[in-house]
């Protein structure tokens, strides 16, 4: 069974706080992905990763970077966190031949106050 | 930019009703087409797919889907909902590279 762990399941942050966000997967996948899910606006792409130190921004990066050292591991960092970042985030994984399904993990719900 | 619609964003069945969800796409080119499930306190997970030939797609727990090219559409169906089908449904669309454009997501409530 393909999984895709995320560190922790839920997080309360303030205003101004450095925020990491972790995924590993163990299925070898060469991409890598950060959405973020909010009620009504479904998921939108934050960065992906399509090998160990590349990325690439997604629809809303804003406020956001990633990391990615090794090929089973991408980080997302809110570099100072705002509430406008209270989020549900949600990593994926996938193949690199194009159309392959995107494996999810079970989400951070982050709450900044 | 490529966009995936969804009209439906709540809807309400009874057990044993039939379920369409109407999913659109904009883009003229080659693409992939999937349906993904988020059932409650659950992850989001594959529901079935759409890459080529065949254009009505069998998946799990007794779901299809329909793909129109002239019509750029991909709706899910299922001839009988059960509670167990409460859940959120998003429609995802892959144009290039690995990239997922998704839908806003339909949720779904099944009333027993």
């Known amino acids: 069974d393909v999984k895709v762990t995320q560190s922790s399941r839920y997080l309360v942050k303030r205003t101004g706080e450095k925020v990491f966000l972790e995924c590993v997967q163990d299925?070898?996948?060469?991409?890598m992905f950060w959405y973020r899910q909010d009620p009504g606006l479904g998921l939108r792409l934050i960065y992906f990763s399509y090998d160990v130190k590349m990325k690439e921004k997604g629809d809303i990066p804003e406020g956001y970077s990633v990391s990615r050292e090794k090929k089973e591991r991408f980080s997302l960092i809110l570099e100072s966190a705002s509430t406008n970042q209270t989020s549900m985030y949600l990593c994926?994984?996938?193949?690199?031949?194009?159309?392959?399904?995107?494996?999810f993990g079970p989400g951070t719900r982050l709450t900044v106050t | 930019a490529q966009s995936v619609s969804q009209h439906n964003h709540h809807v309400i069945l009874s057990e044993a009703a039939s379920l369409e969800l109407g999913c659109n796409y904009s883009?003229?080119?080659?693409?992939?087409l999937f349906w993904y499930v988020q059932y409650p306190g659950q992850h989001l997970q594959l529901l079935l797919k759409?890459?080529?030939?065949?254009?009505l797609v069998k998946g799990i727990k007794g779901f299809e889907a329909e793909f129109i090219k002239s019509k750029f559409s991909f709706n899910l169906r299922k001839p009988s909902v059960q509670w167990s089908d409460t859940a959120e449904y998003f429609c995802?669309?892959?144009?290039?590279?690995?990239?997922?454009?998704f839908g806003t997501g339909t949720r779904l409530l099944v009333s027993p």
């Open positions: 299925m070898d996948h060469e991409n």
């Open positions: 883009y003229g080119g080659t693409v992939n």
């Open positions: 759409y890459f080529s030939g065949d254009p």
């Open positions: 994926a994984s996938s193949f690199a031949d194009r159309g392959h399904e995107q494996y």
């Open positions: 995802a669309a892959n144009t290039g590279f690995q990239k997922l454009v």
